[in-house]
C-alpha cells in the first residue's frame, strides 16, 4: 500500500526544479542584484551609495511584508494563481524600473516587486514543495534553497555582463523581459499536490522551552541582526572589489564562487543541525561568518578574494539552515507557518537595514572599513542573542525533562515489580 498515486513522485520533482528555477530568477534579483548597478547609477545621476542601497531596502521590506500577506493568500487561494502574480509583478517591474528616472520611482517599483512578486513567490513556493513531499522535504527544501543560492550568486554575473554590453538601462530591461519570459511559463505548472496528506499518528514532540510570542521577538531580534551582517558583503563585495581596481566582470565573479561555495555549505550545516542541534549548527555558522566578514577588507586583488570567498561563503551559508532548523526546533507545531513567516520578515527587514547602513557609512567615510565593522557589531549582537536562547534551552533542558520522567516511571515499574515479587513469595 503506498501514500500516494502514481503520478505524484514524479512530478513532485518538476515542482521543486519550477520553484528553485523561479526563486533563482526573482530573489536573485530581489536580493542582492542590484549590488551591479550601484556604480553606473551613481555615475549617471550622481545619487549617494546610500540613496541607492536604499532601492535594494525598499524592495526587502516589501518582501518582508508581502511574503507574511501573501503566504496566508497562497493557502486559501489558487497557488497557480498566486505564482503567476510574483512572476508578472516581478519581470513587469524590472522592466519599468529601466524606464525610471527618479528615485521616487525605483524606490516604488522595488517596493511593489517585493510585496507582490517576490513575496508571491517566496514563501508561497517554499511550502509547496513541502506540501509535495511526504517523505525526503528536507532535501527538497534544501535543492530549492540551493537554487535560490545559485541565482543570488549569477544574476549579479549576468548584470554585470549585460551592464558592460548594453548600459545600466538595457541591462535591466534585459532582464525585466528575460524575467517574463521565463517565469510566466514556469507558474503556469505550478499545482497543488493532487492527494492531501493522509492523517497519521501525531509526532511526539518536545514543547520549546519558550512560548510562541517570545519565540517570535528572540528569534525574529536575532535574523535582525545577523541577516544586516549577511547583506553588507552581498550588497557591497561587488563595488568594494570595484573600488581595488577589479572590472565589473570580475567583481561579480567573486560573489559567484561565494555563493556556490554558500550552496554546499547549505547542505552541510543542515548535516550538521541533525547531529549537533539547530542552535549549536545556528550559532557555529553565525560566529563563523562574523568572524570572517571584515577579512574583505583587507583584500586587494582578484586571486585573494576569489581565494577568501568561498571559505567565507561556506559558512555563512549556513546560518539560513541554521535559522529555519531553530525556528522549526523552538515553535511548535500549530503555528510553526505563522511563526516562520514573522521570523522571515524580520530577516529581510535586517537584510535591507545592512545594506541601507553600508551605503551610509561608505558616503560618510569613503572606504567600506567602517561597513564591515558595523557588520561585524551586528554579528556580535545576534551572538549574544542565540546564545542566550542556547542558555535557556540548556539549563531547562526540555529534553532531559521527558527524559527524567521516563527514568522515573521505569524506577517506579520497577519498584512494582519487585513489591509484586515480594507480596508473591
Same mark, same amino acid.
Given at each position: 500500500?503506498?501514500?500516494?498515486?502514481?503520478?505524484?513522485?514524479?512530478?513532485?520533482?518538476?515542482?521543486?526544479?519550477?520553484?528553485?528555477?523561479?526563486?533563482? =530568477?526573482?530573489?536573485? !534579483?530581489?536580493?542582492?542584484?542590484?549590488?551591479?548597478?550601484?556604480?553606473?547609477?551613481?555615475?549617471?545621476?550622481?545619487?549617494?551609495?546610500?540613496?541607492?542601497?536604499?532601492?535594494? &531596502?525598499?524592495? *526587502?521590506?516589501?518582501?518582508?511584508?508581502?511574503?507574511?500577506?501573501?503566504?496566508?493568500?497562497?493557502?486559501?487561494?489558487?497557488?497557480?494563481?498566486?505564482?503567476? /502574480?510574483?512572476?508578472?509583478? &516581478?519581470?513587469?517591474?524590472?522592466?519599468?524600473?529601466?524606464?525610471?528616472?527618479?528615485?521616487?520611482?525605483?524606490?516604488?517599483?522595488? +517596493?511593489?516587486?517585493?510585496?507582490?512578486?517576490?513575496?508571491?513567490? +517566496?514563501?508561497?513556493?517554499?511550502?509547496?514543495?513541502?506540501?509535495?513531499?511526504?517523505?525526503?522535504?528536507?532535501?527538497?527544501?534544501?535543492?530549492?534553497?540551493?537554487? !535560490?543560492?545559485?541565482?543570488?550568486?549569477?544574476?549579479?554575473?549576468?548584470?554585470?555582463?549585460?551592464?558592460?554590453?548594453?548600459?545600466?538601462?538595457?541591462?535591466?530591461?534585459?532582464?525585466?523581459?528575460?524575467?517574463?519570459? %521565463?517565469?510566466?511559463? *514556469?507558474?503556469?505548472?505550478?499545482?497543488?499536490?493532487?492527494?492531501?496528506?493522509?492523517?497519521?499518528?501525531?509526532?511526539?514532540?518536545?514543547?520549546?522551552?519558550?512560548?510562541?510570542?517570545?519565540?517570535?521577538?528572540?528569534?525574529?531580534?536575532?535574523?535582525?541582526?545577523?541577516?544586516?551582517?549577511?547583506?553588507?558583503?552581498?550588497?557591497?563585495?561587488?563595488?568594494?572589489?570595484?573600488?581595488?581596481?577589479?572590472?565589473?566582470?570580475?567583481?561579480?565573479?567573486?560573489?559567484?564562487?561565494?555563493?556556490?561555495?554558500?550552496?554546499?555549505?547549505?547542505?552541510?550545516?543542515?548535516?550538521?543541525?541533525?547531529? =549537533?542541534?539547530? *542552535?549549536?549548527?545556528?550559532?557555529?555558522? #553565525?560566529?563563523?561568518? /562574523?568572524?570572517?566578514?571584515?577579512? +574583505?577588507?583587507?583584500?586587494?586583488?582578484?586571486?585573494?578574494?576569489?581565494?577568501?570567498?568561498?571559505?567565507?561563503? +561556506?559558512?555563512?551559508?549556513?546560518?539560513? %539552515?541554521?535559522?529555519?532548523?531553530?525556528?522549526? #526546533? !523552538? %515553535?511548535?507545531?500549530?503555528?510553526?507557518?505563522?511563526?516562520?513567516?514573522?521570523?522571515?520578515?524580520?530577516?529581510?527587514?535586517?537584510?535591507?537595514?545592512?545594506?541601507?547602513?553600508?551605503?551610509?557609512?561608505?558616503?560618510? %567615510?569613503?572606504?567600506?572599513?567602517?561597513?564591515?565593522?558595523?557588520?561585524?557589531?551586528?554579528?556580535?549582537?545576534?551572538?549574544?542573542?542565540?546564545?542566550?536562547?542556547?542558555?535557556?534551552?540548556? #539549563?531547562?533542558?526540555?529534553?532531559?525533562?521527558?527524559?527524567?520522567?521516563?527514568?522515573?516511571?521505569?524506577?517506579?515499574?520497577?519498584?512494582?515489580?519487585?513489591?509484586?515479587?515480594?507480596?508473591?513469595?
Amino acid at each position: 500500500m503506498t501514500d500516494r498515486p502514481a503520478k505524484e513522485p514524479m512530478y513532485r520533482w518538476i515542482i521543486v526544479i519550477i520553484a528553485s528555477t523561479m526563486l533563482a =530568477i526573482s530573489m536573485g !534579483q530581489l536580493v542582492n542584484g542590484l549590488s551591479a548597478f550601484f556604480l553606473p547609477l551613481e555615475a549617471q545621476f550622481g545619487w549617494a551609495r546610500g540613496e541607492i542601497a536604499l532601492i535594494n &531596502t525598499a524592495g *526587502l521590506i516589501g518582501l518582508g511584508l508581502g511574503g507574511i500577506v501573501m503566504g496566508f493568500a497562497a493557502d486559501r487561494l489558487d497557488i497557480r494563481k498566486v505564482a503567476l /502574480t510574483g512572476a508578472i509583478v &516581478t519581470g513587469g517591474a524590472i522592466l519599468l524600473a529601466s524606464r525610471a528616472n527618479a528615485l521616487w520611482q525605483l524606490y516604488a517599483l522595488f +517596493f511593489v516587486a517585493g510585496a507582490l512578486g517576490g513575496g508571491a513567490l +517566496f514563501a508561497p513556493l517554499m511550502a509547496l514543495v513541502g506540501g509535495w513531499f511526504r517523505t525526503r522535504a528536507g532535501l527538497a527544501i534544501g535543492l530549492v534553497a540551493a537554487g !535560490q543560492a545559485l541565482g543570488q550568486g549569477g544574476m549579479p554575473v549576468i548584470s554585470a555582463m549585460l551592464i558592460e554590453a548594453m548600459g545600466w538601462r538595457g541591462a535591466m530591461s534585459a532582464l525585466g523581459i528575460g524575467t517574463l519570459a %521565463t517565469l510566466v511559463p *514556469l507558474a503556469l505548472l505550478v499545482r497543488r499536490p493532487p492527494v492531501a496528506p493522509s492523517a497519521g499518528p501525531a509526532a511526539v514532540e518536545v514543547t520549546p522551552p519558550l512560548g510562541p510570542a517570545t519565540t517570535v521577538i528572540v528569534l525574529g531580534a536575532a535574523v535582525l541582526c545577523c541577516c544586516s551582517l549577511m547583506s553588507v558583503p552581498l550588497m557591497h563585495l561587488i563595488p568594494l572589489a570595484q573600488g581595488c581596481g577589479i572590472g565589473a566582470t570580475g567583481a561579480g565573479s567573486i560573489l559567484f564562487v561565494m555563493m556556490i561555495a554558500a550552496i554546499l555549505g547549505r547542505v552541510a550545516f543542515g548535516q550538521l543541525a541533525d547531529m =549537533i542541534g539547530a *542552535l549549536p549548527a545556528y550559532l557555529l555558522a #553565525s560566529a563563523w561568518q /562574523t568572524a570572517l566578514v571584515f577579512v +574583505f577588507t583587507q583584500l586587494v586583488t582578484l586571486e585573494q578574494m576569489l581565494t577568501f570567498a568561498p571559505i567565507y561563503g +561556506f559558512g555563512y551559508a549556513g546560518v539560513m %539552515t541554521g535559522v529555519l532548523t531553530t525556528i522549526r #526546533s !523552538q %515553535t511548535p507545531a500549530y503555528c510553526r507557518a505563522s511563526c516562520t513567516g514573522i521570523i522571515l520578515a524580520f530577516a529581510w527587514f535586517g537584510h535591507g537595514i545592512g545594506g541601507l547602513v553600508g551605503g551610509v557609512f561608505y558616503d560618510a %567615510t569613503g572606504a567600506y572599513e567602517t561597513t564591515f565593522g558595523v557588520a561585524v557589531l551586528f554579528g556580535l549582537v545576534n551572538l549574544a542573542i542565540v546564545g542566550g536562547l542556547f542558555w535557556v534551552t540548556t #539549563s531547562r533542558r526540555p529534553g532531559r525533562l521527558a527524559g527524567s520522567a521516563a527514568a522515573q516511571a521505569l524506577r517506579a515499574h520497577r519498584r512494582e515489580g519487585r513489591l509484586r515479587r515480594q507480596i508473591a513469595a
